[in-house]
């Protein structure tokens, strides 16, 4: 079956700087699609950006990338020049079957 | 364009009482899921329809019926609710179901409490 996980429940981060979330998706499939979401206090499920497996190329979003390591199963998202607006729960999530499963979260923080 | 929208967004029930999830979306999509949030935990799949006509069991169906009344409507229903029903519930769409590159967009939820 496959999994999601994500290893850090909180990560903190001085506005205007950058981090990463990290994301791992165990799957024995060859060809997946990969997302990240965020997660206002509004409640409301956002895309972030998502990834094809099969495609070498990271993608990118204006101030959100991708680092997509297929052999690692390891699928981390850069938040660039962090803004407070960022501020958010951020889950992971792969297709499998029709179904996207999820990780359980990322809480982030912006320091103003 | 109001995208995917919820009602109620908030509910108390008691146990063994009934109630339905409204969810409707106007942006002409096939397929339409109903997930729970649980704290500490990521999204999980109740129901989803692949298109108007079609419904099937995502991961955890288990004390809920839907009905996909139309192609804009889906709605989610609790025949006899439980504490561990407790939970927020998101309804999303997507063009289609078939090509997983389809982005969902999600409705901003309904808390329910069932005590």
């Known amino acids: 079956a496959q999994t999601v996980t994500q290893s850090q429940p909180e990560m903190s981060v001085q506005e205007a700087e950058t981090v990463t979330l990290s994301c791992t998706y165990d799957t024995s499939e060859s060809d997946y699609y990969l997302f990240w979401y965020k997660q206002p206090p509004s409640r409301q499920m956002i895309l972030v950006i998502r990834?094809?497996?099969?495609k070498q190329q990271n993608a990118t979003e204006n101030r959100f990338s991708v680092n997509f390591q297929k052999a690692a199963k390891s699928f981390s998202l850069k938040i660039s020049d962090s803004q407070l607006g960022d501020a958010a729960m951020y889950f992971c999530?792969?297709?499998?079957?029709?179904?996207?499963?999820w990780g359980a979260g990322t809480k982030l923080i912006i320091k103003p | 364009n109001a995208g995917v929208t919820q009602t109620p967004k908030f509910q108390v029930l008691k146990t063994g009482q009934s109630m339905t999830l409204q969810c409707a979306q106007d942006m002409n999509h096939n397929s339409m899921y109903w997930y729970r949030q649980d704290p500490g935990m990521g999204l999980r799949l109740i129901y989803y329809s692949a298109s108007e006509g079609t419904t099937d069991k995502g991961e955890v169906p288990n004390g809920y019926n839907v009905s996909r009344l139309n192609k804009r409507e889906f709605s989610l229903r609790l025949e006899s609710a439980a504490p561990s029903q407790t939970s927020v519930y998101f309804c999303?769409?997507?063009?289609?179901?078939?090509?997983?590159?389809?982005?969902?967009?999600f409705g901003p939820g309904t808390r329910l409490t069932v005590l």
């Open positions: 999530a792969g297709d499998s079957n029709y179904q996207l499963i």
């Open positions: 999303a769409s997507s063009y289609t179901l078939a090509e997983l590159t389809d982005t969902q967009y």
């Open positions: 990834q094809e497996a099969y």
